[in-house]
Each structure stands twice: as C-alpha cells, then as structure tokens.
Nanobody, 120 residues
Framework: QVQLVESGGGLVQAGGSLTLSCAAA????????MGWYRQAPEKPRELVAT???????NYADSLKGRFTVSRDDAKNTVYLQMNNLKPEDTAVYYC??????????????WGQGTQVTVSS
C-alpha cells in the first residue's frame, strides 16, 4: 500500500505563488502516474495536473502556463508550482497516485487534501 503525504497549502494573496508537495511512502512501484486534483465547495473534483513516471505531463487546459507539475523520483515526490494565483483557485487540493502493482494492476491512492485559499 501507498500513503500520500501533502504539504504546502495555505493562504496567499491573489497574484502570489505556492508550491505543493506530495511524498509517496510505502510500496511505491516504478510505473505510476502522480499529480493533483482540486475540489472547490459545491463543485466537482477536477484535474489540475498529472505526470507519469516517464515524465509526460497533462494539465487542465485552463491552467496551462500558470501551474507546473514536476517530480523527483529519488524522493518519490510530486510537486505543483502554482503561480499568479487567483481567487477561483481556492480549493482543497488532493494528491493523486496511480501505481501499477504486479498483483492487482493499477491501484489508485489519494492524499488527505490540503487547503489553498487565495484572497482578493
């Protein structure tokens, strides 16, 4: 099993930046996709960005250019650099990990979520 531990959320003024981190611990398998989703109150959870173990990144179209996802495989950690934050970015951000486990196929894990609040 895998545990995803997030950090870096908080309060920031519009136009500011934050970097979120998510470290995966446990039975981390090499073939995986990690990234971020977010959920604002009374809205569905939506993709922010993901990145595969091969380095291919996928972003929500509306966030391209402001957000950057990256990973450090030596630390089993994925990052989300958020720039030019806007009030509409306010949400709970959830770390995601999908791991190809030999016994079960792809198994998905979620972090507990970290609050990002952007003030106007």
């Amino acid at each position: 099993q895998v545990q995803l531990v997030e950090s870096g959320g908080g309060l920031v003024q519009a136009g500011g930046s934050l970097t979120l981190s998510c470290a995966a611990a446990g039975n981390v398998f090499g073939i995986n996709t990690m990234g971020w989703y977010r959920q604002a109150p009374e809205k569905p959870r939506e993709l922010v960005a993901t990145i595969t173990s091969g380095g291919s990144a996928n972003y929500a179209d509306s966030l391209k250019g402001r957000f950057t996802v990256s990973r450090d495989d030596a630390k089993n950690t994925v990052y989300l650099q958020m720039n030019n934050l806007k009030p509409e970015d306010t949400a709970v951000y959830y770390c995601y990990g999908g791991f190809l486990e030999p016994q079960y196929g792809v198994v998905e894990y979620w972090g507990q979520g970290t609050q990002v609040t952007v003030s106007s």
